[in-house]
T-cell receptor, first 114, second 109 residues
Framework: NAGVTQTPKFQVLKTGQSMTLQCAQD?????MYWYRQDPGMGLRLIYY???????DKGEVPNGYNVSRLNKREFSLRLESAAPSQTSVYFC?????????????FGDGTRLSIL | QKEVEQNSGPLSVPEGAIASLNCTYS??????FFWYRQYSGKSPELIMF????GDKEDGRFTAQLNKASQYVSLLIRDSQPSDSATYLC?????????FGQGTELSVKP
């Protein structure tokens, strides 16, 4: 059982380039999330999708867009990458957005923007 | 004031000791609380969750919740070097997890 799969695992971009981070889950979860993790900052929510067909902004959405392609897949797009977006990006999923559901994380994408 | 606060550490304990990790939160309406462990270069993994006031035990781990004081803690008994990691406290607010900055724990043999 793969759980939450993220691709790519590593990426280096130049300022201004665009790219899409992919995330897929095989747990039949309804809710999916994108976080970024910076040193000393913990995990911060970028966007989330409570259910298929819905997306909402999190704490730090500027510079990002998302697409909930279907129940399994939730992608994160950087339209014009900036050095401030250098970070580790984690995708997570949960059964539902209710308060008692834990989130399960993918292995992360390490993104460097030069 | 940060919504979820943890001591950043590092917290160093000798092998076999009890490690105590603390977390405070600002939203009194929060209903559920999670502890994740994150090894260096790895993703967070869930180790404990707690919803009700009091203690919840799972093996060597005990989560403690005091909603009146807006305080949640994690105790690790008989600490092992393999417990060395960063521990993240997360509070569920409206279906979204708000994370603290994490506490780095080092268990010395």
């Amino acid at each position: 059982n793969a759980g939450v799969t993220q691709t790519p695992k590593f990426q280096v971009l130049k300022t201004g380039q665009s790219m899409t981070l992919q995330c897929a889950q095989d747990m039949n979860h309804n809710s999916m999330y994108w976080y970024r993790q910076d040193p000393g900052m913990g995990l911060r929510l970028i966007y989330y999708s409570a259910s298929e067909g819905t997306t909402d902004k999190g704490e730090v959405p500027n510079g990002y867009n998302v697409s909930r392609l279907n129940k399994r897949e939730f992608s994160l797009r950087l339209e014009s990458a900036a050095p401030s977006q250098t970070s580790v990006y984690f995708c997570a999923s949960s059964e539902a957005p209710s308060s008692h559901q834990p989130q399960h994380f993918g292995d992360g994408t390490r993104l460097s923007i030069l | 004031q940060k919504e979820v606060e943890q001591n950043s550490g590092p917290l160093s304990v000798p092998e076999g000791a009890i490690a105590s990790l603390n977390c405070t939160y600002s939203d009194r309406g929060s209903q559920s609380f999670f502890w994740y462990r994150q090894y260096s270069g790895k993703s967070p993994e869930l180790i404990m969750f707690i919803y009700s006031n009091g203690d919840k035990e799972d093996g060597r781990f005990t989560a403690q919740l005091n909603k009146a004081s807006q305080y949640v803690s994690l105790l690790i008994r008989d600490s092992q070097p393999s417990d060395s990691a960063t521990y993240l406290c997360a509070v569920n607010q409206g279906g979204k997890l708000i994370f603290g900055q994490g506490t780095e724990l080092s268990v010395k043999p």
